[in-house]
């Protein structure tokens, strides 16, 4: 019997997705003993800047045909502070 996947994938014609998450992290120590510091953390993510592709237009009537739909994802950075005591 037939099961209930479908004929055609339709994520399998889209544009791949490329990105790169980076994370820079520094210990600042405020006494010999290493037991009370602040930490610093910088976190990017897609960090190159990539977009990410939409999928592809596949009606023939379209005049864009065979054009992409859009692009989304940007470059996003956050810093942290944390206080250890």
């Known amino acids: 019997s037939f099961g209930n996947i479908p004929?055609?994938?339709p994520n399998v014609r889209t544009p791949g997705g490329f990105t790169t998450d980076a994370t820079l992290l520094k210990n600042f120590y405020f006494s010999e003993s290493r037991?009370?510091?602040l930490n610093v953390r910088l976190?990017?993510?897609?960090?190159f800047n990539h977009p990410l592709l939409g999928?592809?237009?596949?009606?023939?009537?379209s005049p864009v045909f065979g054009?992409?739909?859009?692009?989304?994802?940007?470059r996003v950075m956050q810093i942290g502070l944390r206080v250890f005591f």
């Open 67 to 74: 054009g992409i739909n859009g692009k989304s994802g940007s």
């Open 55 to 61: 999928s592809v237009i596949n009606n023939p009537d």
């Open 43 to 47: 976190e990017a993510l897609n960090f």
């Open 35 to 37: 037991q009370r510091y």
């Open 7 to 9: 004929l055609a994938f």
